[in-house]
């Protein structure tokens, strides 16, 4: 069983700056892909970026550019640095871990941008 928590979310003005972090309970370093989704109100959740096994990455359109996704398997950590925030980046922001067929999610945490 895995368990994440996330943190470093909060509210910032557009064009500001924000970390996210995720900590997992077990060893990440055999999870297939570790990412962040977010759901803001009213729409469907979303994928923001992901990072496999061999630090591979992917990000949505909407993040490309402004964000980089990291992960430290020593630590059992993943990090989201998000640049140059606009308010359309206002969500809840989740830790995800596929491992084993399965998947894993924390609570969220929330990111408001506004001035």
């Known amino acids: 069983q895995v368990q994440l928590v996330e943190s470093g979310g909060g509210l910032v003005q557009p064009g500001g700056s924000l970390r996210l972090s995720c900590a997992a309970s077990?060893?990440?370093?055999?999870?297939?892909?570790m990412g962040w989704y977010r759901q803001a109100p009213g729409k469907e959740r979303e994928l923001v970026a992901k990072i496999t096994t061999f630090g591979g990455t992917n990000y949505a359109d909407s993040v490309k550019g402004r964000s980089i996704i990291s992960r430290d398997n020593a630590k059992n950590m993943v990090y989201l640095q998000m640049n140059s925030l606009k308010p359309e980046d206002t969500a809840v922001y989740y830790c995800?871990?596929?491992?084993?067929?399965?998947?894993?999610w924390g609570q969220g945490t929330q990111v408001t941008v506004s001035p």
């Open positions: 077990g060893s990440i370093s055999s999870a297939n892909a």
């Open positions: 995800w871990l596929y491992k084993d067929y399965r998947h894993y």
